[in-house]
């Protein structure tokens, strides 16, 4: 289900806390049966004052920088799946519900945690222009870029979620051990 | 020190910690649907690995959209069928014989105390209700699952809800976990189990037990989580009865499974449910509920009953108490879609099936249908809908659709009226 990933490149920020996984792709589309498939239909449901699902800035976006709780509700890993055909691997949020961000792991991908307090600061720093995110996941160190303004952060993921990105997936994991 | 139900749980089934922190559990039960599984399957036989660790563990229903409604739906179910054929798993749920899958596994008595379970489904946490640990997992998990018979969590870590006090007439489950959620938060449960305690609890049956169980999730919690006791026993005895030679020995080895009164807990909550109203929803988020004299008088334009949360027979009879003899108005389409078969041929001999049907309810074949807006009653923009489901996010049953969540007998009292009714007032 999934192969090694590359993260980081221009953001999208979501600023709104909650944002549930119906969100990010209606049920509606859940009868299909391959993750290409879902491509067009990334966060077409959002909630969000301003947001436009088919806008460049998504259409462009390799990172998504939100709020708390994101990925809440359903269990579809179809939501990771729509990030990642989408070219989206690495979510940076406050919080994740459990099972989004397990999902996240198991495909190989990034979930990063900041403290709201950092998430503030790289929202404000998206007022001033397009941002970039550089992540190093060895260094567990991320960097934001938004014209001539950078801010650096460090995150901390698990032993283990580290190793699923490592070997590109829970499956890739637990088939070599199991 | 002590241990709870879930470190007991976690400690009988351990069978690797590759990293500190994270628990590889082995799985009793792997439970698949057709909405989740097909693309775990797909991917099995893309890497030359289509097999299953057990397949009397892994028990296969096709619920969400029964029968197919239109091609791709029917790929779907054909993929599972055909999976489930191709490995004789023989607890598979096809047309007929299907149902919502957390009414149906417990019923045909899967699930039993001490038990770990996933599903790619979030409201596995259902199953908690027998004092399993059954959490709702991805397409990975769940295809890791299948092939391994594994899966991994964190530790787990356990908040206590204590609900005392006593229920007024007509005041259910789903009211006092409706409001355990509006003070909790949709996230103020999240990596957490929830451990439903308490003399509320206790004099709750099996099917109580699931509703409360049912929307852990909503909380953002991993399993809501009950002890095992009498009650438990006396539903599963039609299962076990050749395993004990009682049920007081049945329920003397289920008392493993429970938590020690010196167990440490993250958090303990006591809620006093004495003076509960009937709870209702308003806004796209679970925890967003006031009592239904707040929300009283707002229009519905559909009314659902059913799903894995309030589609069992109980609260088919609590419906069924409120709409007896009664017409649902005019302006209100009224659906009901009894969970499983069971439920649907116990709701025929109770005369229930009647009741629904005189009052002007469409009855469905058992099914998820239109809980999450993909067949069976779907809204169009700016339809409110009154329903005893678990999630009112929007666009949850159709693109613009509102829904307010609400129990089986607020929910036929606003059919009868066309708008959101405390049914004590009726
Ligand atoms: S009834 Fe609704 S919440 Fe329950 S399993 Fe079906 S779709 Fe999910």
């Known amino acids: 289900m999934s192969s090694k990933k590359s993260f980081g490149g221009p953001a999208v920020v979501l600023d709104r806390a909650d944002i549930n996984t119906d969100e990010i792709i209606p049920a509606k589309y859940l009868t299909e049966v391959t993750k290409e498939a879902l491509t067009p239909y990334i966060l077409e449901d959002l909630k969000l004052e301003g947001f436009d699902p088919k806008g460049n800035k998504l259409k462009n976006a390799r990172v998504v920088i939100t709020r708390a709780n994101f990925g809440c509700g359903s269990s579809r890993e179809h939501a990771p799946w729509v990030f990642e055909v989408n070219g989206v691997h690495t979510v940076i949020a406050e919080s994740y519900a459990r099972i989004f961000r397990q999902n996240m792991f198991n495909c190989g991908m990034l979930a990063i945690e900041l403290p ?4 503030d600061q790289i929202i404000a720093l998206e007022h001033k222009g397009d941002i970039q995110v550089n992540v190093d996941v060895t260094a567990q160190k991320i960097s934001v870029t938004s014209g001539s303004e950078s801010l650096d952060f460090s995150f901390e993921i698990s032993q283990f979620d580290k190793a699923l990105v490592e070997a590109g997936g829970w499956v890739e994991f637990a088939d070599a051990r199991y | 020190m002590g241990k709870t139900i879930a470190e007991k749980i976690f400690a009988a089934h351990l069978r690797d910690e590759p990293f500190e922190g994270t628990r590889v559990l082995s799985l009793d039960r792997v439970l698949c649907h057709e909405i989740t599984t097909p693309v775990a399957i797909a991917d099995l036989v893309w890497r030359g690995k289509d097999r299953v660790f057990d397949r009397n563990k892994v028990k296969v229903v096709i619920d969400h959209v029964t029968p197919s409604k239109d091609s791709k739906t029917a790929t779907q179910a054909k993929i599972l069928r055909d999976w489930a054929r191709r490995h004789e798993i023989p607890d598979f749920f096809d047309v007929g014989r299907n149902g919502v899958c957390h009414a149906i596994f417990p019923e045909k008595g899967y699930i ?4 770990t379970v996933i599903m790619g489904d979030s409201h596995t946490c259902t199953h908690g209700a027998f004092g399993a640990f ?3 997992v991805g397409t990975t998990d769940l295809e890791v699952g299948i092939l391994k018979g594994v899966c991994a969590f964190r530790e787990p870590a356990t908040i206590r809800v204590n609900i005392t006090g006593a229920l007024q007439q007509g005041v259910v489950a789903k009211d006092v976990i409706l409001h355990v959620i509006g003070e909790l938060g949709v996230n103020g449960a999240t990596d957490r189990i929830l451990e439903f305690r308490g003399p509320v609890v206790d004099a709750m049956s ?21 002890m095992p006791d009498m009650t438990t026993v006396d539903y599963l005895w039609p299962f076990i009865q050749d395993e004990f030679t009682s049920r007081e020995a049945a329920l003397e080895d289920y008392q493993q499974w429970i938590s020690d009164a010196d167990a440490s807990y993250d958090k303990i909550l006591d809620f006093d449910v004495s003076n509960l109203e009937p709870q209702v929803t308003f806004d796209y988020k679970p925890d967003c509920v006031k009592p239904v004299s707040e929300l009283a008088g707002t229009p519905v334009d559909q009314v659902y009953i059913g799903t894995c949360t309030n589609g069992r027979i109980e609260d088919l009879r609590q419906a069924a108490a409120v709409l007896k003899g009664k017409r649902i108005a005019d302006s209100v389409r ?8 069971k439920i649907f041929t116990d709701a025929l001999e109770e005369g ?17 249908g239109a809980c999450l807006g993909m067949s069976n009653g779907v809204l169009a923009e700016d339809e409110v809908c009154a329903s005893t489901s678990n999630r009112n996010f929007n666009g949850r049953m159709g693109k613009g659709g509102m829904v307010h969540l609400m129990s089986p007998a607020t929910a036929a009292a606003s059919a009868i009226t066309g708008k959101i009714t405390d049914a004590r007032s009726l």
């Open chain 1, 116 to 119: 709201k307090n950092d998430i």
């Open chain 2, 112 to 115: 039993r105390p001490g038990f």
């Open chain 2, 134 to 136: 059954a959490a709702g």
């Open chain 2, 206 to 226: 099996m099917e109580a037990r699931m509703t409360l169980c049912n929307m852990a999730i909503e909380a953002g919690g991993t399993c809501g989580i009950c």
């Open chain 2, 334 to 341: 009224g659906i009901v879609s009894p969970a499983t078969p």
């Open chain 2, 352 to 368: 229930i099936i009647q009741i629904f049907m005189d009052a002007g309810f469409c009855v469905t074949n058992p099914t998820c």
